[in-house]
């Protein structure tokens, strides 16, 4: 059991790679690491995928990309409304990145969203674009005015917001992909046969593909909010 | 796991912010660049179509008109000729009336010229078969006066 519980630490660990030598030594992680193969892979299948698109005569190829893509801009514009579209490719980047890394656990990498640093820098993203947006919508003197609305009284609360949406975004994503993490890994340890694959079918990709899927319409939602009148 | 590392933020935030101008730049704008253009092009066909098929309502109108007047025109030249053909018929007919009594006024005169002529012919002959006559008799008269002395 001690032997498990080392090797599930060492799992969960986010060893650093490589040191860059400035400043004292800039530590690189794991996680940047993963994110950066993911953002390879990412920039590489568009970059793949995005040639020669025709305006007639499409092949299937190029319909399901304008599907995917379509879709996913159809749905974020649903939720940051008309005026929120010029965030929409930031949502669309979030989804593909939280997706891809809650997958890479399937290729062998440690989950990026497994080191609670990307979902704290994700976070702050988030957080950044949502006041950010209502900042540019509302003018400096409408934005500060939004935080006493619906009235006076909920301005403490609101002030707080600030601080929990990033946390609960944060955790809510860290939380998830630990969680089934471990849970895989207990599975793992019971019953190393066939019984894993329904479970990886759930915790590695639903669960995974779910909280990304959460996360970014959280922020749209967030976004869609702050721009309101 | 849990321990917090500045870099480590400050290097996903950068990271992330990377991937959003690649994404942006190599997958959305394209795909997003072709389904407006698309639609576009099918916006424009359909005002292109409905701007047709305007144009040719139009031109059915106009034609309709057309076509109404021609046909009305067409009854009135007809009517006219009618009335032309009626009128010339009346004028022939009379043509040929005033011709053909002329033509027997002077048949009949030449019938009648002819007569005179003929009996003028006729009395003049006989006037001479007369003398003739008289003078035979008057002669063969001589002779048997002759004769008889």
């Given at each position: 059991?001690?032997?498990?519980?080392?090797?599930?630490?060492?799992?969960?660990?986010?060893?650093?790679?490589?040191?860059?030598?400035?400043?004292?030594?800039?530590?690189?992680?794991?996680?940047?690491?993963?994110?950066?193969?993911?953002?390879?892979?990412?920039?590489?299948?568009?970059?793949?995928?995005?040639?020669?698109?025709?305006?007639?005569?499409?092949?299937?190829?190029?319909?399901?990309?304008?599907?995917?893509?379509?879709?996913?801009?159809?749905?974020?514009?649903?939720?940051?409304?008309?005026?929120?579209?010029?965030?929409?490719?930031?949502?669309?980047?979030?989804?593909?990145?939280?997706?891809?890394?809650?997958?890479?656990?399937?290729?062998?990498?440690?989950?990026?969203?497994?080191?609670?640093?990307?979902?704290?820098?994700?976070?702050?993203?988030?957080?950044?674009?949502?006041?950010?947006?209502?900042?540019?919508?509302?003018?400096?003197?409408?934005?500060?005015?939004?935080?006493a609305?619906p009235i006076a009284i909920m301005l403490p609360i609101?002030?707080?917001?600030?601080?929990?949406?990033?946390?609960?975004?944060?955790?809510?994503?860290?939380?998830?992909?630990?969680?089934?993490?471990?849970?895989?890994?207990?599975?793992?340890?019971?019953?190393?046969?066939?019984?894993?694959?329904?479970?990886?079918?759930?915790?590695?990709?639903?669960?995974?593909?779910?909280?990304?899927?959460?996360?970014?319409?959280?922020?749209?939602?967030?976004?869609?909010?702050?721009?309101?009148? | 796991?849990?321990?917090?590392?500045?870099?480590?933020?400050?290097?996903?935030?950068?990271?992330?912010?990377?991937?959003?101008?690649?994404?942006?730049?190599?997958?959305?704008?394209?795909?997003?660049?072709?389904?407006?253009?698309?639609?576009?092009?099918?916006?424009?066909?359909?005002?292109?179509?409905?701007?047709?098929?305007?144009?040719?309502?139009?031109?059915?109108?106009?034609?309709?008109?057309?076509?109404?007047?021609?046909?009305?025109?067409?009854?009135?030249?007809?009517?006219?000729?009618?009335?032309?053909?009626?009128?010339?018929?009346?004028?022939?007919?009379?043509?040929?009336?005033?011709?053909?009594?002329?033509?027997?006024?002077?048949?009949?005169?030449?019938?009648?010229?002819?007569?005179?002529?003929?009996?003028?012919?006729?009395?003049?002959?006989?006037?001479?078969?007369?003398?003739?006559?008289?003078?035979?008799?008057?002669?063969?008269?001589?002779?048997?006066?002759?004769?008889?002395?």
């Amino acid at each position: 059991m001690d032997a498990f519980v080392e090797s599930l630490l060492e799992e969960l660990n986010c060893e650093v790679v490589f040191t860059i030598p400035l400043f004292g030594g800039i530590p690189v992680m794991e996680s940047v690491v993963v994110t950066w193969i993911i953002m390879a892979v990412l920039t590489l299948t568009s970059i793949i995928l995005v040639r020669n698109l025709k305006v007639e005569n499409v092949g299937r190829k190029q319909l399901m990309l304008e599907t995917a893509i379509g879709g996913l801009y159809d749905f974020f514009e649903g939720c940051v409304g008309h005026h929120g579209r010029k965030y929409i490719p930031y949502l669309i980047t979030a989804a593909l990145y939280i997706g891809m890394a809650n997958l890479m656990g399937l290729f062998g990498f440690k989950p990026p969203t497994k080191d609670l640093n990307v979902t704290i820098a994700l976070a702050l993203i988030s957080i950044m674009l949502i006041e950010i947006s209502g900042l540019r919508q509302k003018g400096f003197k409408g934005f500060l005015k939004s935080f006493a609305q619906p009235i006076a009284i909920m301005l403490p609360i609101n002030i707080l917001e600030i601080f929990i949406r990033p946390l609960s975004l944060c955790m809510r994503l860290f939380g998830n992909v630990l969680g089934a993490f471990v849970v895989m890994e207990l599975i793992k340890l019971l019953l190393p046969a066939v019984v894993p694959v329904a479970f990886s079918l759930y915790f590695d990709i639903f669960d995974g593909l779910i909280q990304a899927y959460v996360f970014v319409f959280l922020t749209s939602l967030f976004v869609g909010e702050a721009l309101e009148d | 796991m849990l321990n917090i590392s500045f870099w480590n933020i400050v290097f996903t935030i950068i990271n992330v912010l990377v991937l959003y101008w690649l994404m942006k730049k190599f997958l959305v704008k394209p795909v997003m660049g072709i389904i407006e253009k698309r639609e576009q092009l099918i916006q424009g066909q359909l005002s292109d179509a409905k701007k047709n098929q305007e144009h040719a309502l139009e031109l059915k109108e106009q034609y309709e008109t057309k076509m109404g007047t021609a046909e009305k025109e067409a009854e009135e030249i007809v009517l006219q000729a009618k009335e032309q053909a009626l009128s010339e018929k009346v004028l022939i007919m009379e043509e040929a009336k005033t011709e053909s009594d002329r033509l027997m006024e002077r048949a009949k005169k030449e019938i009648v010229g002819e007569q005179d002529r003929a009996r003028r012919e006729a009395e003049s002959q006989i006037a001479g078969l007369a003398l003739m006559a008289a003078r035979k008799i008057l002669k063969s008269g001589e002779i048997n006066d002759a004769n008889s002395q």
